[in-house]
């Protein structure tokens, strides 16, 4: 039978406690992340999230672009959108400026222009002039910055 040496004891609680830490982290998270879809934390749009979003919209654009080459599905690329919202926590990414500032980014990077750029512009904006202009600014190189931060 083997014998535990007092040495061994500090270790294992150390060992226990760090493993508890961890469960009570892991259950956090969970828990964060399976509570209402509906209800957004006070920090759903902070400047953090919004530049991590914007982002990822720019790198998405860029690959999906690049891609398709010329055969554009538009509800797929939405789609890929709505993903990117969800994971990152961006309520309303239809209407959220970071997405249309992203997503002119991601059409310079992707070397888009002319008429290939105004068409997906188009395509994605609809007559909606707000969205319209966020694009152009996304494509001039402007990053969004919520008003008032």
Known sequence: MPVVTRAWVPLAVLLLLLTACSFSESSKVFSKSVS?????SSDSSSPAKEKKYQEEVADY??????STAKETDIERFRKGLAEIAA?????DWENHPATFYGIGQGLRKAGLEGIEYETFKKNLAGDDYAKIQDIDKGYQGKVYVREGD
């Open 87 to 91: 994971r990152i926590g961006i309520p």
């Open 61 to 66: 654009t860029s690959a999906y672009v690049r």
């Open 36 to 40: 209402s879809p509906f209800s957004w």
